[in-house]
């Protein structure tokens, strides 16, 4: 391993002015923050880089996340951007949506105006029908929850997921994810879902939008992060002490910095200064 716990600049390093800073596998791991984490997000801001942290996790409110940080020693008040965020830019007020996830999806469909209705509610008789679906990663999805969802997708709703990630990673190793649930309901509604999170444009509008046209996108998922740093046009910072590892190198698209941890990375974009 390299003295500094990086494995080398890819191309010259340049300090970006903002940074989209993934949560599961780079801050932390399932309840577990990485050594070094919190440390290089101060140092990050200490130089004036806008520091943000954009997840494809749908189940925390923007609250929860918050605490999640600031219990991690991470202030990150205002500074989280997650994937129902994206789900809810493609929604309207008034739109009968049924949440087919946790708290945060609630949230943000709620903040856009739109109804939120529960699974009970979709499954009453004579209810009224269902305009979209938005599925976001819940532990209690089961069959029931998959035929009312699927259901509503095969009456004319449209399917909408914050993500598709297949796993994410725990200090038990990968789980099911969001994608694993969306499969379910996607083959047997029969329809190709809208993907809001990462790396979509949904969620790529709610950054620029937020962070301006020039950045990095630090991830340890080369499918998600490393496409969503193309899809904006930004540079893309791999740590591997996530879902990649050392043994996958190389990747594409091919990062422009690569380090064992976020700490590591870190000390490479500050020798840009």
């Not at 749908?58 to 994937?83: C, F, M, N, Q, R």
């Not at 790396?199 to 992060?225: F, L, N, Q, S, Y």
């Amino acid at each position: 391993m390299p003295k500094n716990g990086g494995w080398g600049c890819l191309t010259r390093p340049v300090l970006p002015p903002a940074v989209a800073v993934d949560l599961d596998g780079v801050v932390w791991r399932a309840a577990t923050p990485i050594p070094g984490a919190a440390d290089a997000i101060v140092r990050l801001r200490a130089v004036g880089v806008d520091v943000v942290f954009v997840t494809n996790n749908a189940y925390p409110t923007l609250a929860g996340h918050e605490a999640k940080l600031a219990a991690a020693g991470i202030d990150a008040a205002g500074a989280v951007i997650s994937s129902p965020m994206g789900a809810a830019a493609l929604l309207r007020p008034g739109e009968r949506v049924l949440v087919a996830g946790g708290a945060g999806v609630l949230e943000a469909v709620g903040a856009a105006g739109a109804e939120a209705v529960t699974y009970d509610e979709a499954d009453a008789p004579g209810a009224a029908p269902v305009e979209t679906v938005v599925v976001g990663f819940h532990q209690d999805f089961d069959y029931a929850k998959m035929r009312i969802a699927s259901t509503a997708v095969r009456r004319g709703a449209r399917l909408v997921a914050t993500n598709d990630d297949a796993t994410y990673p725990t200090e038990r190793g990968e789980v099911p994810g969001n994608g694993s649930i969306l499969a379910g309901i996607a083959t047997a509604g029969g329809v190709a879902p809208i993907i809001a999170g990462k790396p979509h444009e949904p969620i790529a509008t709610v950054v620029r939008d937020r962070c301006g046209p020039t950045g990095m996108v630090i991830g340890d998922r080369v499918e998600t992060d490393g496409l969503f740093a193309v899809a904006l046009g930004w540079d893309f910072g791999l740590v591997l002490s996530g879902v990649t590892t050392a043994a996958d190198l190389p990747v594409v698209p091919t990062p422009a910095l690569v380090a064992d941890d976020l700490a590591g990375l870190v000390d490479q974009l500050l020798v840009a200064r």
